[in-house]
């Protein structure tokens, strides 16, 4: 699966521009008798990227602009999160692990309603000296660029 | 008996199937067209995805969506789809509709989305 970031781009007029980059990239491969995730990512600024792609400015909807109308109302119909970043972990419970499912590998904490499951190993690979710790009175689960914590 | 199981199990798969001809969030270059709903439940193509929806994603969704992925290609095995040259079909690739997502999807969420970047936080899609 691959995915890619929207980033803005600063133009003459000194307005904004969206513009999109690379992004993570997973994969499973099947090796020594198992399936093992390979995650790759690639990081620009968010702004003024310097390698971008520009989206299409003439779209093609080929006559099916109402069927294109209607699955927008469904994709505007789900939970709509981008708004909702900033203290969205102080805001909500965590999800106990042993209610997600049977191959919990990440314990980084004691607490069943601090452990957190994944189906890969991914979290620690970009963990805060401070947040990802079991010791931290406030046990976090590390990802790329954001920590999921129980505050 | 064992075909009697192989015909009941495709005959369920197929109820399941959905015809990706009818799916305009995304694309692909294939004759071979369908996919179980369950899988095509699992693909965000169109979304836009904010950090808490892709971490809740990729940390929650991908081996579901690698055992859901194995009863599509298990049902295009049982019921013998082949590619043009006669081969057995054992992959298909997706991709986002650009159209959909640049014109329709993220234009409904452009301001936020330019908030969401100007604070700092990151804004993905499945392509």
Known sequence: MEFNEIRLQTNFNDNFQFIYTDSNTY??????LRWQPIRTILSFPLINPPTFSLPITVPNALGRETEYQAYLAQVQNLPNNIHIQDHYWDSVDSTPANTLGPTRVNTLSTGSDTDYWTPTNFQFTSPTPESGSTNSAHPCACGTDICYCDT | MAQTICEEFIRELALNLVNLRNQIQLTYWSEQHFITQELLDLIPFGE?????????????????????ANSTLLYWRLSGVTQYDGTSVDQLSLFHNETFLWHYSAPSYWEEIRSQL??????????
């Open chain 2, 118 to 127: 100007q604070s700092g936080h990151r804004v993905r899609f499945l392509s």
């Open chain 2, 48 to 68: 836009i995805l904010s950090d808490i929806r892709f971490y809740s994603y990729v940390d929650y969704s991908l081996d579901e969506l690698v055992s859901k």
């Open chain 1, 27 to 32: 994969q499973y491969k099947f090796a020594n």
